[in-house]
């Protein structure tokens, strides 16, 4: 049985009708007999509005609740992704990434993962639940909330695929693939089938926000096969190994 980590992004999880499109693509990938841990981001804009509703109470806000509010978006999505997998008949439970035990650094809004109390999702894995997880969040060893850096759901998704020793870990978004420059902006740009760590990291710290930097570091140092693929079709992305 393979273990198999997905991530989808603030797009593909942006309204009711797109978790559920979400919900029924985690279950189809559970029915062919793998094991499902999904990351999630927050919906849409959440992260923007979050940040501009703190900007409305304090100019300066405090990091640490900062990074507490911004948390709640993941948590969101993750509760909703949860209950639309249940309303179809799936077995699964959401966590929050403190309750699972991603515990970071005390850097807020730029934290790093330190360590993943692996036990508590390998209890919900044997219990053969999908298991939910709210991207871009941690927690200190002093129990405050911290947040991973913007686009940081993905460095979750690669830390959790390493942590649990996972097959594969996709990461679902709002392009096909990998291209040579940002299809968004020049359409005609041609997909990439397959890259490079290597690659990878130098189109990524070169700003191709497909994926986040610390991700990709991430994945080339545990050997985490990625495979980047659109949550609006069924072709084959790109792998980057
Ligand atoms: P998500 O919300 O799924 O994490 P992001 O918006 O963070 O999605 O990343 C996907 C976006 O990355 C695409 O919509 C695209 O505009 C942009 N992008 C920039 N460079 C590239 C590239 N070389 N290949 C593919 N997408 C790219
Ligand atoms: N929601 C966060 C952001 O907008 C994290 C993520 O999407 O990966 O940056
Ligand atoms: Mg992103």
Request: proline residues 3%.
């Amino acid at each position: 049985m393979a273990l198999i980590v997905q991530k989808y992004g603030g797009s593909s999880v942006s309204s009711p009708e797109k978790i559920k499109e979400v919900a029924k693509r985690v279950l189809e990938a559970k029915r062919k007999g793998n094991n499902i841990v999904t990351v999630v981001s927050a919906m849409g804009n959440t992260t923007d509005e979050l940040l501009e509703l703190a900007w409305q109470v304090n100019s300066h806000p405090p990091k640490r609740e900062l990074d507490m509010l911004l948390s709640t978006g993941e948590i969101v999505s993750s509760a909703l992704l949860s209950m639309a997998l249940h309303s179809l008949g799936g077995k699964a439970a959401a966590f929050s990434g403190p309750q699972v035990g991603i515990i970071t650094d005390e850097a807020y809004s730029k934290a790093r993962i330190l360590r993943i109390e692996t036990k508590i999702i390998q209890k919900e894995i044997r219990e053969d639940k999908i298991v939910v997880v709210a991207g871009y969040q941690g927690v200190t060893s002093q129990n405050t909330i911290t947040t991973l850096g913007r686009g940081g759901s993905d460095t979750t998704a690669v830390a959790l695929a390493a942590a649990l020793g996972a097959d594969l870990c996709e990461i679902y978004t709002d392009v096909e693939g990998v291209y040579i420059t940002d299809p968004q902006i020049i359409p005609e740009a041609r997909k990439l089938k397959r890259i490079s760590y290597e690659e990878m990291l130098e189109m990524a710290s070169l700003g191709a926000k497909v994926i986040h930097l610390r991700a990709v570091e991430m994945a080339k140092k545990y050997k985490v096969p990625l495979h980047i693929r659109s949550s609006f079709s069924q072709k084959e992305g790109t792998i980057i190994e």
